[in-house]
């Protein structure tokens, strides 16, 4: 009988995953390949770790920080009330989207922009889909770059100071010169009516 083929390159993401997810619970940041570019992020629910994530980044304690979830479970969690325009977004753009939405709710008050507005993104790729159900909450994200410079455009651009206050550095996709883009990027109002903040 022939020995099942072990693939050793699942094993290894899965691993750095878990330890993402364990890092994470713990109230740590982490920096990571997200669906875009690389990012720094948190638990959303936690204070004291977004205070870390703004203090590594020297980003505003009063600038919104948008978050991550895998399921639609987790959007009408988060958001009192989901525009059926803003499903039609997550469910039918081709690309990595984020969809600000007013009613934001159930994390930390200080990510939550005017009107208390979120920001969220629906992701796919398999790492931080892994870690955001493992972590079972949003997670708070922004770009891994210090605040006022360049988004990096690979692993190797990421300033040192992120890489070193960070609790976790994953492992996944370092290797991966493919320059990603930001995510495209809409507006809703308490009307529903929306526009198009970056495309």
Same mark, same amino acid.
């Given at each position: ?13 899965? /691993? =750095? &995953?878990?330890?993402?997810? %364990? +890092? ?12 875009? *570019? ?8 936690? /204070? =004291? &770790?977004?205070?870390?994530? %703004? +203090? ?12 991550? *979830? ?130």
């Amino acid at each position: 009988m022939a020995r099942k083929k072990v693939n050793r390159n699942s094993e290894v993401w899965r /691993e =750095d &995953a878990l330890e993402a997810v %364990r +890092t994470l619970r713990s109230g740590g940041v982490i920096v990571h390949a997200t669906d875009t *570019v690389w990012g720094i992020a948190c638990d959303a629910t936690n /204070e =004291d &770790a977004v205070m870390k994530l %703004r +203090t590594i980044k020297g980003k505003k304690s009063d600038s919104p920080i948008l978050v991550l *979830v895998a399921d639609e479970g987790l959007i009408e969690k988060h958001i009192s009330d989901v525009p059926d325009a803003a499903w039609d977004l997550f469910e039918h753009n081709d690309r990595p989207t984020t969809v600000i939405m007013p009613g934001g709710k159930n994390v930390t008050p200080s990510i939550l922009g005017e009107g208390n507005s979120l920001g969220m993104r629906l992701v796919k790729d398999v790492w931080t889909t892994f870690v955001s159900r493992g972590l079972g909450r949003p997670l708070a994200s922004s770009s891994a770059n210090l605040s006022g410079s360049p988004t990096p455009i690979d692993f190797n651009s990421i300033d040192n100071s992120i890489i070193k206050g960070a609790d976790f550095v994953s492992s996944h996709r370092r290797s991966d010169n493919s320059h990603s883009k930001p995510s495209f990027i809409a507006s809703f109002d308490s009307a529903g009516r929306f526009k198009i903040l970056r495309s």
